[in-house]
């Protein structure tokens, strides 16, 4: 390699164009652009620059130096079997610190720690002043002979002032993991106390703290860590999250704005900043929160927030969309797709409801509650023949389900057919749930169709006045009956409730009201 060193210098002095290179200087100088490519590539991109060392080890097949850099390449990729056609450069002649640091690292990735921690010995007996080295050797020193770690960082402390806090840190760690907390945090506040700027033995006491639930010490080590200048979005979220735990609602949001403000992207942050703003009933600002988030392009679950949200703020159009764009992004997520069917049996597209169902109960036959929801899509659409089928699946496998014999009786009261049927199903329905206020309008629908108004009163005289003005359907019902009953007055006025959002009974109030 000393040619191209020599060539490094000579371009210092001027453009590459101005030298007379011959056809061997030119080798030189494409050889030398390749290094240098696969130099700056090596942290970006190790895979680059493994190529790249590749194609230089072609022209210089006995490079030690170029065989080490693949290996250091390979490990970077994160993979180690890569570097097994370059190892044997450890037994290429003399080696220094570099060499032993790289094969250390490789006997790591091959999770050889005792072999690993004789070559970064090696390595400190070629380079004892570097003080990466130590730590490396330590560290691992630490997972393998703990008595002896600790005796040589108490050494180390002792002899090399500077390294101390980290010294210190390490033995605390030691200790830590030990579960000896009491010893953890002596050692951790001589580090503290060797080098205050330094945020290692903060965060490890903060982590003691928040394990053994003592979070208000663990904020104490956070704060501590922001008068340094330290602080990340991590730690900004994980002291928002310590507050939210203590009910400090304010305190939270302000750090977790913090972090956000570190790192606008972060999940954990926004998603947090997202539920304050819903708890306080700020529905678009949790939107923009959760949409923030890294994860919210590759996290169906976000998407399903971000549609209840919008519904929550009165955007079913909105909401919808959503739903139906993460329909397709997200195929074959079946929550995803249960409440996007939701949505459109809402808005009365039980077209496109029932196919997004069906392929639901294909895929889940035993999805009972797509099952339940196609079945209405079918009755919606008229199909009584498939929705009575989907219902004989439900109740074979859950006799029992309120639901579906309630959906059953109401459709046959629509129809007006199987009508004493219809009652055995709606009377099941409320012995099953008693108190369900759309099952008693179901059976008392059905009395309706039965000409039994007595009882049908009985049910619908029973209802609080409130619940039937809400309910379009409801009032409908009570208009038929007060119609049937001969009260045409009281009937335009409950009709009227419901013209809005019932369509039959805007038809029969306009009947209704010519012959007045």
Known sequence: MKKVFILLGVLAAGPLHALPLGEEGRAEARLFNTFLESVYAYKQNPSRSYELLQKMLLSQPDSKYLRRMLVSAALGMGKPELAEPYIDYINSGENESEDWAVYAAYQLAKWEPAKALESYKKALEARPEDMELVYHYLTLLSLIDEHKAIEELEKLAKDQPFAASRAYAQIGRI??????????????????????????????????????????????????????????????????????????????????????????????????????????????????????????????????????????????????????????KFEGNVEIGFFYGLALNDNKEYKKAARVFEKIVNTNPDYIQARLHYAYALESLKKYNAMEEQLKQILASEPQNAPALNLWAYSLAERETRLNEAEQYSQKSLELVPGDVSFQDTLGWIYIKQGRLQEAEQIFGALPAEVVAREPELAYHVGVLRMAQGKNEEALSYLEKAKDGWPAAKALYKKLSRTR
């Open 175 to 328: 200790y830590k993991r030990k579960k000896q907390w009491k010893t953890a945090l002596e050692y951790l506040d001589k580090s503290v106390a060797a080098d205050p700027a330094d945020p290692t033995a903060y965060l490890e006491k903060a982590e003691i703290y928040e394990n053994a639930s003592q979070y208000f010490l663990m904020l104490h080590e956070f704060e501590e860590l922001e008068k340094i200048g330290y602080g990340n979005a991590g730690m900004f979220s994980r002291m928002g999250a310590v507050f939210l735990v203590v009910k400090d609602v304010p305190k939270a949001e302000a750090y977790f704005l913090k972090a956000k403000a570190s790192d606008p992207s972060d999940s954990m942050t926004n998603n947090f900043l997202s539920l304050i703003a819903e708890n306080r009933g700020e529905f678009l600002p949790a939107i923009t929160y959760l949409q923030e988030a890294a994860d919210y392009d590759t996290n169906a679950s976000r998407w399903l927030q971000v549609s209840f949200l919008q519904r929550k703020a009165n955007l079913p159009k909105e909401s919808l969309k959503t739903l139906q764009q993460a329909y397709k």
